[in-house]
């Protein structure tokens, strides 16, 4: 991925002059920072972002490096759902991206992408695992091109906003699923905030150190499978009376059930990453702060 491109290669991107890409750069229209030389240069987020204000096509994709074909006009969440389904399962990496970026340049957004149709392929080859139809190594190579794609997705988003506010989380101890907390960073980064994915299989204490060190208005726990649920519980109980006054708590995932999210009274649970965008406006509303004066320096 090419994140910092000269006019030159924007204009071949988007199939215009140069001077014409010089001219948005000269009256601020396409966001750019000059080399030591002198010379304009322009991020990639920036790129994606005028072309989705203007509703306008990547004509060469593949300069960006982006995967060549991608047309925001073939945009369609249930036709990408099957075509994701159906190449995460084949290993067919390239159908993928393109299914999703095609998402992404339509203005849709992430938190849709990933709910309706990542996580919605990934359930129905979940299904399709236990009932033996589909091997293993298909489905972790699946997750595998997941996990590059998100990657990706995170290299075309604007940088997080330093002044943004602050939000941490992961999985607990035992828990080693990395595509919901992964998923949830990029939400939030979509939404101005400074968001920052601790990873996976985390022990209580250090979740209560990286609260601490970070003291972020956002701590997100992503539990899709719990060795032991009664532990669990204790841990966050103890976790939730220390930081729950100093930050709001978002849980989620396949292993909450109904008596942990009963239990796990001070935090907001969340069924989807659309629920979680509604909280995290919420709190930035709630806090005065909005997404532009957390902008990026
Ligand atoms: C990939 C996968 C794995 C991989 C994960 C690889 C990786 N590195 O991430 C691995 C190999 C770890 C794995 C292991 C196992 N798995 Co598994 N796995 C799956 C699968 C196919 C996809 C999970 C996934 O990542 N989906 C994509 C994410 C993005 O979707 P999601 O988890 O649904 O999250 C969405 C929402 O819930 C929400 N969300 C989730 N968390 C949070 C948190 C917050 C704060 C918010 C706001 C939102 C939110 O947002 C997401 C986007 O919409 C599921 C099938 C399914 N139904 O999901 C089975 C599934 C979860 N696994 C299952 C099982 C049984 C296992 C094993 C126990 C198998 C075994 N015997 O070893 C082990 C145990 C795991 C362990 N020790 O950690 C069962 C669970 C059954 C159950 N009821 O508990 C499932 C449902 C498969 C099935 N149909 O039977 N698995």
Redesign the pocket.
Known sequence: MNELLSPKQVARAIDVSESSVKRWCDAGTIPMRRTAGGHRRIHVSDVLEFLRDRKQELVRPEVLGLPAGIRRARANLEQAREIVRHALIEGDETSCRRAVFDLYLAECRL?MI??EV???A??E???L??CGDVE?YQ??R??EI??RLLHEIRMVLPGPPRKGPMAV?GTPE????????S??ELVLRENGWNAVSLG??LPFPTLSAAARDHQPKLF??????L?DEEKFLTEYQAFSATHGDDMAI??????LNDGLRNAMTSAVF????S??EN?AKEITTDNGHSPENGADD
Do not use: Q
Not at 220 to 225: R, V
Not at 250 to 255: E, K, P
Not at 270 to 273: A, I, N
């Open positions: 938190s990933f709910d990542l996580a919605e990934f359930r080859i979940g299904d695992w236990s293993v489905e972790r699946g997750c997941c996990i989380g035992g828990d080693s699923y990395v595509l919901p907390t998923m949830i996976s299989s997100w726990l992503s539990a899709s499978h060795p978002a849980i989620g995932g396949n292993a969340c069924e989807k990453l629920d979680l909280l």
